[in-house]
């Protein structure tokens, strides 16, 4: 005999959890994006919600690690050939090399579509269809799952190393990272004042004006990078507002080709032709990302007086 107690796994509609689709599920998913990271083996950092093109919105947007766009779609209810067609809107009008498409089921045309997006576009593109679960045991807090159910056939990924990622919230490179950014702040201390400190993470953010612009020193698996963007949230386009007046002159001082605001309040950035994953390029990166940070926060800076 055993004294061990076993409750039973019940799966519960998407709406027990989250009444409405753009103000709950959406924020949620915005908030959570890691739960999506884990399931495509790909960290995702978010950049906008709601993001207008034309007369539609497109639900989520985010970036890779190499600078490219991810455009998610969510849904509570079973898919429809509305979505489906907004998500080909979205894709063309943001340019977004990635779609991933959430759903609590999807119909077999709709799988059908995903599969033949991933079989006929060029390389650089994937598709992926994700199933949204909420389970729970007996009165036990609700537990979110997303399962993989389409995704490109080339699309390598350890599930077992996804597992223990989830159970961690480590990956086989978050040591390394930890070490970078250490390595960092041992080369140029100064910078910690600044924002930039020791994490499992791949950006470091430099806040200016209370937040509207962020500049960010990133690394990813073959380039690193610094870009600026808007604040969060409702404030994506502050940075655009304010530093438009400025674009030339930062144009000229900071030797940036192009000066286009994007949907996600991103405005322009560099990137730098090594990886993080290799230790001997780490003090190419640190001083290259360093030097450009400074001369951004001077440039930019100077750029917020000026609009006073």
Known sequence: MTDIKF??????????????????FTPWLAENIEHLSEAIGVQLELTGTEVAVETFS????????????????NQLEQTDHTHLGQIMTYLAGLEAQTVIWIAPAFREPHLSAIRWLNEHTSDGFSFFAIKARVVRIGDSPYAPIFEVIEKPSAWERSLTQTRKNAETGKDAFSDVRTAF????????PEAEAE????????????????????????????TAGIYVRGGWGERKHAAADRLGPQADTLARKLSFETYNPEPNGHLFGERF????????????????????????VAA????LEAEQ
């Open 300 to 303: 930019i800076s100077e750029a």
């Open 181 to 188: 950014w250490t390595r960092y702040l041992e080369r140029h």
């Open 58 to 73: 497109a639900d989520i947007l985010a970036r890779d690690l190499d600078g490219n766009v991810v455009l998610i779609e």
């Open 7 to 24: 409750g039973r796994l019940e799966d519960l509609h998407l709406r027990e959890a989250w009444k409405h689709e753009a103000l709950q």
């Open 273 to 296: 032709p090594k990886s993080y994953q290799d230790e001997s390029n780490w003090p190419g990166i640190i001083d290259w990302m360093e030097e450009r940070r400074k001369l951004y």
């Open 195 to 222: 924002g930039i400190k020791v994490q499992r993470g791949w950006n470091g953010y430099t806040r200016l004006a209370d937040g509207d612009v962020l500049i960010s020193v990133w690394i990813g698996e073959r």
